[in-house]
């Protein structure tokens, strides 16, 4: 029987749109009624609020009432509160604010404060659904916060008052005293960088020079063949036994493979990238580049499941509503995509685009002649756009000629000023940037008429290797910049990963470009991290950096509307709390103060869930404590 289909993210409610799906399972936790009495004990003021009304809507005037009463406090002059735990208690409060008013109830179809009153009244068997721990933590947080407790600068006590010695003296006296706590701050940050090492590294490099001349040895190659991308194309792997062969598989990573490959999944690897895996599970460098192609049961499950209608069941961003002909997507008014090729050297699992790839390297992927010269034709009606992206699949896969002949036709539109080719041939096929390619690609690099530049994709510092390296050179040569972007996953999440990433891409001539939060596509959900992650990446991680490594902004990608900046909290508000504990954004679209287009609901993935990864993964969570108030 085939599957109902349904448009990804699609549902309408008052004048938001939303998922249309829920990601996350409901669990309760063993020490459940303990958790409950840590919610009390947060905040009691709140606890007799919810115990003493006598229905919802009493709850709720007395629950505003409460918080007017205690913002005010904030701004009394006796308050000793320290002025940034003052900031978190109006956060705080804001946030529960939004939380407990019946709009955002009645479009997300869900009231927290209803089941914090049930809770609180003992009428559990009332709740409509059940609720998580992960429910119950958020609420520990926002309650301790608006109380001045947050404990974000102390571990276990509030935060007075106070300026630091530092700040209290004067000269060389200040200067020294203020760089100890600075180069404790710097050391911190290069201990966890010594837990991600990046691909340039001696003891690195002398594995994988073991890994190549054994992945040569299994297909009777030579050192020249491994240089040549068009061997390393004929040889792409598309089927468990090679990596069965070559590396250690686990038997539920060789079972999804082969289910993968039977359910007609795009699956494939180049053996370049098949050499930056460690050859045993236990060594764990490699868990980021592993989960980029080898698809977790799950994926493969649910991309089996609605295949026949994968077109709209995974086409999370909506590009079939931005899409004004055929192989053009715009959102925005100065830049387009066009994607002529449809399929790529090797398959990323959670690909934005995974409903569009029949195949790894899929003879048809060449988009038809006519298709094409319509799609670049379509630009010269559109004056307004001089930035256009070619992307795909991966339009480096193409032929040389192929791609010149499309830079040379958008070349002469005298409205283009930027050429931007979107590939990962850097990271998965560094071999592909032959003198003759980028010899083309610097003849439509004309600055100031004309700029071209490459964007592409490393996910973690195990992928930059001498070969990525020497690519980049090439191209920073030939006067041509490269950028990365980055998709914010749990594989690269952990405190500083990101952070040493940064650094590592500068160091061989790429600028970090945009850090994308992860989508919010059922099939990927095992890669997905909270957006308080990210938040908090940014501001207690990346900021450590030099200006000039976190060129980066994070974003998240609206589906149908575009990026939303997500340092701009104004941008974006925290309207819900769901029983699994999944937070609930309302996103507002980039066209915020230009337009009025609606809003979109995003549900997220659980604090709580994330965290319990995290700890699977031997991470101290203490190091996370506060991702909560971020927000």
């Known amino acids: 029987m085939v599957p109902k289909l349904k448009w990804a993210g699609s549902k309408v409610q008052d004048d938001i749109f939303s998922d249309d799906v829920s990601l996350f399972k409901s669990h309760f936790d063993i020490d459940y009624e303990n958790y409950i009495q840590r919610l009390w004990d947060a905040n009691k003021d709140i606890y007799q609020i919810l115990v003493e009304a006598e229905d919802l809507e009493q709850a709720r005037d007395r629950f505003y009432i409460y918080l007017d009463r205690t913002e005010r406090q904030v701004f009394d002059l006796d308050n000793n509160l320290h002025i940034l735990e003052k900031s978190t208690v109006r956060e705080c409060i804001r946030v529960l604010r939004s939380i407990i008013g019946p709009i955002n109830e009645f479009r997300t179809e869900f009231s927290a404060l209803d089941s914090l009153w049930k809770l609180a009244k003992n009428k559990r068997t009332e709740l409509k659904e059940k609720i998580s721990v992960g429910f119950i933590l958020e609420f520990i947080n926002l309650f301790r916060g608006v109380t001045g407790k947050s404990f974000i600068y102390l571990e276990d006590k509030e935060v007075r008052k106070g300026i630091p010695d530092f700040l209290r003296m004067k000269g060389r006296e200040a200067a020294l005293l203020h760089t100890e706590i600075l180069d404790e701050m710097g050391s911190g940050m290069l201990k966890y960088f010594k837990k991600y090492p990046s691909g340039l590294e001696e003891e690195v490099i002398s594995w994988r020079t073991e890994n190549r001349a054994r992945i040569l040895r299994y297909f009777k190659g030579s050192e020249k063949d491994w240089s040549n991308y068009m061997w390393q194309i004929r040889n792409v792997i598309r089927t468990s036994q090679p990596l069965a062969d070559l590396i250690e598989l686990s038997a539920e990573q060789q079972l999804a493979i082969d289910k993968a490959v039977q359910s007609n999944i795009a699956f494939g690897i180049t053996p370049y990238y098949l050499s930056l895996m460690d050859s045993q599970i236990s060594v764990g460098y490699d868990h980021a580049i592993r989960a980029q192609v080898i698809p977790p049961k799950e994926y493969v499950d649910k991309m089996s499941e609605l295949r026949p209608g994968r077109k709209l069941s995974f086409d999370f961003m909506g590009e079939h509503d931005c899409s004004p002909i055929d192989l053009v997507t715009r959102r925005y008014p100065m830049i387009a995509i066009v994607k002529p090729y449809n399929t790529c050297a090797q398959i990323c699992v959670y690909c934005q685009r995974n409903w569009e790839i029949e195949r790894v390297l899929e003879p048809r992927a060449m988009a038809s002649k006519d298709k094409l010269e319509n799609a670049l034709s379509w630009f010269d009606q559109h004056k307004s756009i001089g930035d256009v992206l070619i992307t795909g699949g991966d339009p480096l896969v193409m032929k040389d000629a192929q791609l010149e002949n499309m830079l040379a036709i958008l070349s002469e539109k005298k409205h283009i000023y930027r050429i931007r080719i979107g590939s990962r041939t850097p990271v998965v096929l560094p071999m592909r940037?032959?003198?003759?390619?980028?010899?083309?690609?610097?003849?439509?690099?004309?600055?100031?008429?004309?700029?071209?530049?490459?964007?592409?994709?490393?996910?973690?510092?195990?992928?930059?290797?001498?070969?990525?390296?020497?690519?980049?050179?090439?191209?920073?040569?030939?006067?041509?910049?490269?950028?990365?972007?980055?998709?914010?996953?749990?594989?690269?999440?952990?405190?500083?990963?990101?952070?040493?990433?940064?650094?590592?891409?500068?160091?061989?001539?790429?600028?970090?470009?945009?850090?994308?939060?992860?989508?919010?596509?059922?099939?990927?959900?095992?890669?997905?991290?909270?957006?308080?992650?990210?938040?908090?990446?940014?501001?207690?991680?990346?900021?450590?950096?030099?200006?000039?490594?976190?060129?980066?902004?994070?974003?998240?990608?609206?589906?149908?509307?575009?990026?939303?900046?997500?340092?701009?909290?104004?941008?974006?508000?925290?309207?819900?709390?769901?029983?699994?504990?999944?937070?609930?954004?309302?996103?507002?679209?980039?066209?915020?103060?230009?337009?009025?287009?609606?809003?979109?609901?995003?549900?997220?993935?659980?604090?709580?869930?994330?965290?319990?990864?995290?700890?699977?993964?031997?991470?101290?969570?203490?190091?996370?404590?506060t991702i909560w108030f971020y927000y």
């Open 433 to 625: 940037f032959t003198d003759e390619l980028v010899s083309m690609l610097a003849k439509y690099h004309q600055p100031p008429r004309l700029q071209l530049s490459i964007v592409t994709h490393f996910e973690h510092s195990y992928e930059i290797t001498p070969e990525a390296m020497e690519a980049v050179r090439k191209l920073r040569k030939a006067g041509i910049s490269v950028y990365n972007q980055q998709v914010f996953t749990v594989e690269n999440s952990r405190r500083f990963e990101t952070a040493k990433l940064r650094k590592d891409l500068k160091s061989i001539g790429i600028d970090p470009y945009y850090t994308f939060n992860m989508k919010g596509k059922e099939e990927t959900k095992q890669y997905m991290v909270p957006i308080a992650r990210i938040l908090q990446e940014r501001k207690e991680e990346a900021r450590l950096l030099p200006g000039l490594d976190r060129t980066d902004e994070p974003v998240f990608n609206v589906p149908r509307l575009g990026k939303n900046h997500l340092r701009a909290g104004q941008d974006r508000r925290l309207v819900m709390i769901l029983p699994e504990g999944s937070r609930v954004y309302e996103f507002h679209p980039w066209e915020k103060n230009i337009k009025p287009i609606p809003p979109y609901n995003y549900v997220d993935v659980p604090i709580y869930e994330y965290l319990e990864e995290l700890a699977s993964r031997g991470e101290n969570i203490r190091d996370y404590r």
